[in-house]
């Protein structure tokens, strides 16, 4: 029953990207390359409009699984985050305006879904972040949805990764027993599925702003949706993410230091700078995939109490992304 139901949500995201691909090409709804693109021809965008859909579809077929107020505020707000991407999409807007109501629905969601109260970190316990826990969740719903953006610059990255964290999320639902954040994980697995048929390279058409910005809301409330139903949210959602989260928070913050213009073209992330390098995409995206399902792993293992996972978590990883880190700066001194 799995299976089929995830085979039909991959062949309606195949058709509808499709049908959108036409529809930009007609429209001339395309991306042009700039300096900071790692494509030379203009190629269609907004493809990634079947993962909202057939994921917002869902999330109003379970609404039931759920409280009404919850289910409600995230399809309302998704919606919102979803028509501001295509907007930039079809004509670009200010980032001024983006983050303005992007603001307004962190605030709105924080409101109704509540905020990280605490976060347990693995070998060190649990740290109380009282009222801080309201900052945090701000600028965690804030950020993520605009490092998700920041992170769609290759074929396949950022759908690879939505599918594999996705994947993360099916398992973790399932195991908490919360059937609304199961069904939205499944539709994103499925319709990511059926889009990166097209966005694999070499793209026919880019994802856009209309879902890089929805997924990395969706990503940020998921868990919120969770939280009351056990394991510690903020971890397991930043453990998910962890690698658009380094990606995009250590460039960001190298940008501050430098007193770059951080809302400037540039091609300074990781995953570029390993295109600058001369690998391609599709090793690249694989790469990306594959730590996202290691830390999904290395996630689930910690809500068992698997006694490995903490050490791996918490020293592993971030030394993985060192060398990796370390390795790219090598590649730009060649």
Request: aromatic share 14%.
């Amino acid at each position: 029953m799995a299976l089929l139901t995830l085979q039909i949500f991959a062949t309606f995201s195949f058709l509808f990207v499709v049908f959108i691909r036409h529809y930009a090409e007609k429209k001339q709804i395309l991306d042009h390359p700039n300096e900071r693109s790692s494509h030379v021809m203009p190629t269609p965008r907004g493809g990634g409009l079947a993962i909202v859909v057939l994921v917002i579809g869902t999330a109003f077929l379970s609404r039931n699984e759920t409280d009404m107020n919850q289910a409600a505020v995230y399809i309302g707000c998704g919606i919102v985050i979803a028509f501001l991407g295509w907007r930039d999409d079809v004509s670009s807007l200010s980032p001024k305006i983006r983050f303005i109501v992007q603001g307004l629905v962190a605030a709105i969601s924080i409101y109704v879904l509540g905020y990280f109260k605490s976060v347990t970190i693995p070998l060190f316990g649990e740290l109380q972040l009282g009222v801080v826990g309201i900052i945090i969740t701000f600028l965690w719903i804030l950020g993520l949805t605009n490092a998700y953006n920041f992170m769609d610059g290759i074929d396949g990255i950022a759908g690879g990764v939505a599918l594999a964290g996705a994947c993360s999320w099916v398992f973790l639902a399932d195991n908490m027993g919360n059937n609304f954040v199961f069904w939205i994980s499944f539709a994103i697995v499925g319709s990511s599925l059926g889009f990166l048929f097209h966005n694999w390279s070499p793209a026919k058409i880019f994802m856009g702003d209309v879902a890089s910005t929805f997924l990395g809301y969706t990503f940020a409330v998921l868990p919120l949706l969770s939280a009351d139903e056990g394991g510690d949210a903020l971890m397991l959602g930043t453990l998910i993410m962890w690698t658009f989260i380094m990606d995009a928070g250590i460039t960001f913050i190298r940008r501050v230091i430098k007193r770059e213009n951080v809302f400037a073209a540039h091609r300074t992330h990781v995953y570029q700078r390993l295109v600058a390098g001369g690998y391609k995409h599709a090793t690249i995206s694989l790469l990306y995939i594959f730590l996202t399902l290691l830390a999904g792993l290395l996630s689930y293992a910690w809500s068992w109490g698997q006694a490995y996972a903490p050490p791996l978590i918490i020293i592993g990883l971030p030394l993985i992304w060192i060398l990796l880190y370390r390795y790219t700066n090598s590649l730009t001194k060649k």
